[in-house]
């Protein structure tokens, strides 16, 4: 089984920078590859949505509401993803979660790609 822990959420004003972290534990002994990772986020009364994905093939993807401020980045390892925000906005404000998938035909930013999820940590930009 493989295990995520998200860190590095907070509280922040609107213009400055976080950087979530996602700990995977037991990967090293999985029977499970892992073919994509992704960070996803949940604001109150919206559906998750995927805000960035890194590929095993080194492909990066990431929705257009966060172009060119975050960028997703891996430390293998360290068994670490990471989510750099930067220029936050209130609209970023959600519960961001970390997912892995074991699916060779994993797709970047679509939830029901991925199989493994963390427990979430909380953003919250304030204007």
């Known amino acids: 089984q493989v295990q995520l822990v998200e860190s590095g959420g907070g509280s922040v004003q609107a213009g400055g920078s976080l950087r979530l972290s996602c700990e995977q534990f037991?990967?090293?002994?999985?029977?499970?590859?892992?073919?994509?990772m992704a960070w996803f986020r949940q604001a109150p009364g919206k559906e998750r949505e995927g805000v960035a994905a890194i590929e095993s093939d080194g492909r990066r993807s990431y929705a257009d509401s966060v172009k060119g401020r975050f960028t997703i980045s891996q430390d293998n390892v360290k068994n670490t993803l990471y989510l750099t925000m930067n220029s936050l906005k209130p609209e970023d404000t959600a519960i961001y979660y970390c997912a892995a998938s074991s699916h060779t035909d994993c797709s970047g930013l679509y939830p029901s790609s991925y199989n493994f999820w963390g427990q979430g940590t909380q953003v919250t930009v304030s204007s």
């Open positions: 037991g990967y090293t002994y999985s029977i499970y590859s892992i073919y994509c």
